[in-house]
């Protein structure tokens, strides 16, 4: 998939669909303090709901002013489904998937990059021996999914 990148926004050529991680991007919780029923996003006034949490208090929503839906960000000054985004990850196939949580996976003990071509990074200082074990092992059989993912891909038998 071809992605062209012109004044901060990324569009997949592929699906001719616009990726929402790439626009500018208004959050609720960055506007709204108190109890105000609306907020001023880009110089357009938003009106705020609010919806009861489970174990109390209330928890703010945008309005979209184009089509009324309760949303938590809003790009520029309308939800994403008004504006028609989807998510990068809404495009990756199984392999993608793959290699996204396994590297993932290696971050949570420090490791920033080389992807998952290197050896598993060190035991974090204390960390349980099990733990460290359980989690080295748990990397491993990702590993191994994602060579049998490829080799099927490519046409190879392991």
């Not at 901060?8 to 919780?29: D, L, Y």
């Not at 009324?68 to 489904?81: E, F, N």
């Not at 748990?138 to 590993?143: D, G, H, I, T």
């Amino acid at each position: 998939m071809a992605t062209n990148r012109a004044a901060n926004i990324r569009v997949a050529t592929g699906f001719s669909q616009m990726i929402c991680e790439a626009q500018p991007q208004t959050r609720v919780g960055d506007t709204v303090s108190g109890s105000e029923s609306f907020a001023v996003v880009r110089g357009v006034k938003v009106a705020i709901t609010r919806t009861a949490c489970h174990l109390g208090g209330t928890r703010a929503w945008f309005v979209c002013p184009s089509c009324g839906r309760r949303c938590a960000i809003l790009y520029p000054v309308q939800c994403r489904q008004c504006l028609g985004l989807h998510y990068a990850s809404e495009y990756e196939d199984k392999l993608d998937r793959l290699l996204r949580k396994a590297i993932r996976h290696r971050q949570r003990f420090g490791q920033t990059e080389r992807g998952i071509g290197c050896r598993f990074p060190r035991k974090p200082y204390r960390m349980r021996w099990h733990t460290y074990l359980q989690a080295r092992q748990k990397a491993r059989k990702m590993e191994c999914k994602i060579a049998r993912v490829f080799s099927k891909r490519m046409g190879l038998r392991l």
